[in-house]
C-alpha cells in the first residue's frame, strides 16, 4: 500500500514553488532587513516607554503588539507590490529606485516613534530630546535657546512629582 502523502514529495513542491518567489524578491531583500531591523527598534523603544517587564510579561499588550505586525506587514506588502508592478512593466532599476524611497519614508517615521518613545522611557535625558526634535526637522527646538526652558520646566515637573512622593511616603510610614 503506497503512501499518498509522502514528506519527501512536500518538499519538493515547497522548494519548487518557494525559489522562483525568492529569487524574485532578492533585489528588495536588503530593505526588507533595514526596515525589519527599524521595526525593532521601534518595537524596543515602544516596550520601554510602555514599561514591559518581559521576564514577567507585565504591561505587554497584545493588541498593540499585533497591531505593530501588522503595520510592518503592510509596509513590507506595499514595498513589494511596487516593486513587483514596476519590474514586470519593464523598470527594474527605476523599480528599486521608488522601493528604496518607500523604504525610506517608512524607516523615518519608526525612527521619529522609537525616539518619542524613548523620550517617554527616558525623559530627563536631553540629548533624546534634542535628536527627536533634529529627526522632526524641528531645529528652533533642538536650539539651546529653546531647550533651556524645557529643561527647567521639566525639572520643576520632576521635582514636584519627587516631593508628592516623598509626602506620600511619611503618611504611609505615619500610619499605623
Not at 525559489?19 to 532578492?26: E, I, M, R, V
Not at 540629548?127 to 526652558?149: D, G, K, M, N, T
Amino acid at each position: 500500500m503506497d503512501k499518498i502523502f509522502n514528506w519527501e514529495q512536500l518538499r519538493i513542491v515547497v522548494v519548487s514553488a518557494a525559489s522562483p518567489l525568492l529569487g524574485y524578491l532578492t533585489p528588495t531583500k536588503g530593505f526588507v532587513v533595514a526596515l525589519v531591523l527599524m521595526f525593532g527598534l521601534n518595537m524596543w523603544a515602544g516596550m520601554r516607554a510602555d514599561g514591559v517587564v518581559i521576564t514577567r510579561c507585565r504591561n505587554f499588550s497584545f493588541p498593540k503588539f499585533r497591531g505593530a505586525l501588522i503595520e510592518l506587514l503592510l509596509y513590507l506588502l506595499i514595498i513589494e507590490v511596487v516593486y513587483a508592478i514596476m519590474a514586470a512593466c519593464g523598470d527594474s532599476a527605476a523599480a528599486v529606485v521608488a522601493v528604496k524611497s518607500l523604504t525610506y519614508v517608512f524607516m523615518y517615521v519608526y525612527l521619529q516613534n522609537a525616539f518619542r518613545n524613548l523620550i517617554t522611557a527616558y525623559p530627563r535625558n536631553m540629548a533624546l530630546r534634542i535628536v527627536y526634535h533634529v529627526i522632526r526637522l524641528e531645529f528652533a527646538r533642538a536650539l539651546p535657546s529653546h531647550i533651556q526652558p524645557i529643561i527647567e520646566r521639566l525639572n520643576a515637573e520632576f521635582d514636584k512629582a519627587g516631593k508628592e512622593k516623598e509626602k506620600q511616603g511619611e503618611k504611609e510610614a505615619q500610619q499605623p
